[in-house]
């Protein structure tokens, strides 16, 4: 879980003045990403994306000077404005004869720390949309005005209201419970998913930098969604190593599928590679798939260290599912797999069980409930053997329970 940090005052993690975030390299780097994204989608959908749901995460930002803030200004058409002491001051709209493309939406979510540590960031966000929104420009090159003044005389407000583009959780509250929710498996249907983040994450920031509540305007924005997005933050932490890359981008997207009826492309970024960074959600777990959860040089490596080691590769294999409950983006072959290499296997699977019966019985379950809710077909054949071995570990964890005399 990632828990709000305590940082020198106007200082983050690294010692660099926040106010002088995005730097010139990030949002160098920024821009660059943003057309390859704009390009991409373009060529992918047959038309120009018109909004773009944006992750933001307070450890990303950090370690990249800012990137993240770059890309979504850049969305905007938006610059920064450095003041005499090479400070980042102000935000203003670049002319749409230099831009030479639409403005494109923008929906933010930001996390607790990005939240807590980056509020001038938040600012700069938030006003760069409104300066769009209220640019006396054609529509047609103008997205976020456009969306805001439908936003505006759907909801009966003001267009500057309307045009609030930065969410989060409401002050002192972290996360969006999406993955907890997951966990259990106490959610009936993916609208849950979706309600969970909405409720938790549709609080604003407003132009005095005040939160408040904004579910309906959220929800508005989030219905003109073309594509998610978020950067991974590094090579030692993948989509699937952490529960919070599905609580966050699963999260949103689930909400503009059910605003929206279909799911929306869900795009990703290397934040550490230089070339080829844009990869689609789908990609991503293919290969962190095939590099890891299935790649006998790692779950050798997993199972060195014995009860943990297990419990790694069941952490694994319940955040791959994640990605099936949040976005449908887990192939049938990567549970096929989980099965073959780690349960059906009769020598493996006394591995595990010996070593953590709790994490293979989870591991199991997890199998069943991804076919059940319709995530895997499973055939009837890997069924009967999965559930037989599910109630035979069942068995086996009840009988050391009762030795123990729990």
């Known amino acids: 879980m990632r828990n709000p940090a305590v940082v020198p005052t106007g200082r983050n993690i690294h010692g660099l003045d926040p106010f002088r975030v995005p730097t010139a390299a990030a949002q160098d780097a920024g821009w660059q990403l943003v057309r390859d994204l704009i390009d991409r989608l373009t060529h992918e959908q047959g038309s120009m994306p018109e909004s773009i749901a944006m992750v933001l995460w307070g450890t990303d930002n950090l370690k990249s000077d800012g990137e993240g803030v770059a890309q979504t200004l ?4 938006a610059r920064v404005v450095v003041d005499e002491l090479g400070k980042v001051s102000d935000v203003a ?3 749409l004869s230099e831009l ?3 403005r494109i939406d923008a929906v933010v979510t930001v996390s607790g720390i990005f939240r807590d540590l980056l509020s001038h960031q938040m600012t700069l966000i938030a006003k760069a949309a409104r300066l769009a929104a209220e640019a006396d420009e054609p529509l047609e090159f103008n997205f976020v005005r456009k969306h805001a003044l439908a936003q505006a005389a759907e909801l009966g407000i003001s267009v500057a209201e309307a045009a609030t583009r930065v969410f989060s959780n409401a002050p002192g509250s972290y996360g969006a419970n999406v993955n907890h929710l997951v966990e259990s498996g106490t959610w009936e249907d993916t609208n849950d998913l979706a309600e969970a983040f909405v409720t938790r994450k549709s609080f604003a920031y407003g132009a005095q930098g005040e939160w408040r509540e904004a579910r309906a305007v959220m929800e508005s924005a989030l219905a003109t969604v073309d594509a998610t997005f978020q950067n991974i933050d590094s090579f030692e932490l993948g989509v699937s190593d952490i529960d919070h890359y599905y609580e966050y981008l699963g999260g949103v997207t689930r909400s503009v599928e059910r605003r929206r009826g279909k799911r929306p492309p869900v795009i990703v970024a290397e934040a550490m590679s230089a070339t080829g960074r844009l990869a689609s959600l789908e990609q991503i777990v293919r290969l962190e798939t095939r590099a890891k959860l299935l790649n006998p ?5 997993m199972l060195a260290h014995g009860y943990q080691g ?13 990605w099936s409950a949040t976005a449908d983006a887990v192939e049938g072959w990567v549970y096929n797999g989980v099965a073959e290499t780690f349960l059906l296997d009769e020598a493996m699977r006394e591995r595990l069980a010996q070593l953590n019966t709790h994490a293979t019985v989870a591991i199991a379950r997890r199998l069943l409930e991804a076919n059940h809710r319709g995530f895997w077909d499973a055939d009837e054949a ?9 109630a035979d570990l069942e068995d086996r964890l009840e009988g050391v329970s009762r030795a123990v005399g729990v």
């Open 74 to 77: 850049a969305l905007f058409g």
């Open 93 to 95: 709209l670049i002319p």
């Open 100 to 102: 030479r493309r639409p």
């Open 297 to 301: 040089k790692w779950f050798e490596a």
């Open 310 to 322: 297990v419990h790694e590769i069941e952490t694994r294999v319940g955040n791959t599912y994640g």
């Open 382 to 390: 890997t069924l009967a053997a999965l559930q037989q071995i599910y």
